[in-house]
């Protein structure tokens, strides 16, 4: 039964009709039977070009199995962060020792170097889990070292639009996105730009013999994102975008900012664990081809499902509804 915000200026539900599915065997086993594919398996858009698979980040016959002698110009992931998240540890989204995650994470991200192209963009989204000295972040950032093929281009924190409190620290707000570069990429300034007017005069400077200031020499009214971006909506519940069942799921308009700068029409972006299939309908929005999966059948037949309502209605997820009306 849904449950009403009477406090609002009109009245919204307040409650999923899927409740977090990485921690529900019992709903999970009776979505697997709704599930296209299987371990192993690919499915091929026929209409883009798009795959989506169920395999094993971790296994390089998985990965060529989807890319074959493909390459990627723009590698988009957002894997487990070791840190158990919403105080639900499962085996998706649970913790493990250090060296087991820093090693499933050497796995996949040489398998993930090996698809992309000589020029392009590696992007990461990584945690922090301040209960045990802030692992895995600054472990991360040292194994990247040691691929000598990337070099590290920016630190991007995304702030959070609420997050959690304490009555004896600083409240949680952010989330962290490392931003590495193979060879010499594009990158697409334009669309760096946000919605979010310039306000500050100054900033002086001579043009051509003329002193000018920032509002006159700008290329535009609006401020750039930089490497903080306080502009991106969190509160899923409040957004048609919202996937009931997924726990973990990123921005869309933060994941098409990425796709947008590191990348053109035509190009192809990988992303290594779907879930919710954000960066699918990022691509198919922006004229990208996708290749994504994950190891969950469930994570990947949403992925399907969101791209086919997104055709079949405009509506980039399900807010309120379920993924699976057969069911709920």
């Known amino acids: 039964m849904r449950k009403w915000n009477s406090s609002s200026a009109y009245r919204v539900p ?9 921690c529900n065997e019992e709903l999970r086993n009776r979505i697997l039977p709704l599930c296209r594919l299987s371990k192993g ?82 992007y990461l989204w990584v945690g922090a889990d301040v209960n045990d000295g802030f692992q ?29 409190g304490t009555q004896k620290n600083w409240m949680w707000i952010r989330q962290e996105l ?13 669309a760096e730009y946000t919605d979010i007017p310039k306000i500050l005069r100054g900033y002086y400077k001579w043009v051509k013999g003329d002193r000018k200031e920032n509002l006159e020499r700008s290329r535009s009214r609006t401020i750039r994102a930089g490497n903080v971006w306080v502009d991106v909506q969190q509160v899923f519940y409040r957004l048609e975008e919202n996937v009931p069942g997924c726990y973990a799921q990123k921005p869309l308009k933060a994941i098409e900012r990425i796709v947008a ?53 405009g509506k980039t997820g399900w807010q309120w509804e379920s993924p699976f009306p057969e069911i709920c």
């Open 41 to 122: 398996q690919v499915w091929e858009d026929p209409i883009r070009g798009h795959r989506v698979g169920v395999l094993d980040a971790t296994d390089s016959s998985s990965v060529s199995r989807i890319m074959e002698t493909k390459t990627a110009v723009l590698a988009l992931n957002d894997p487990p962060y070791n840190v158990v998240l919403g105080g639900k540890p499962t085996k998706a989204l649970g913790k493990c020792s250090l060296e087991e995650y820093i090693e499933f994470s050497r796995k996949w991200i040489t398998n993930c170097l090996a698809h992309m192209a000589e020029n392009s963009s590696f």
């Open 136 to 164: 895995p972040l600054a472990d991360i950032m040292l194994l990247l070292r040691s691929f000598k093929e990337l070099k590290p281009r920016n630190f991007i924190t995304l702030r959070n639009q609420r997050g959690y």
């Open 261 to 313: 700068a590191s990348s053109n029409k035509g190009d192809l972006v990988v992303d290594f664990f779907s879930h919710s299939g954000t960066t699918l309908i990022a691509g198919e929005r922006l004229g990208r081809k996708v290749f994504t999966f994950d190891n969950d059948p469930i994570f990947a037949e949403i992925t399907i499902r969101r791209l086919e309502r997104y055709r079949q209605t």
């Open 178 to 190: 490392l931003y590495y570069v193979k060879g010499s990429p594009i990158f697409n300034v334009d």
């Open 14 to 22: 307040t409650c999923e009709k899927l409740p977090r599915l990485d």
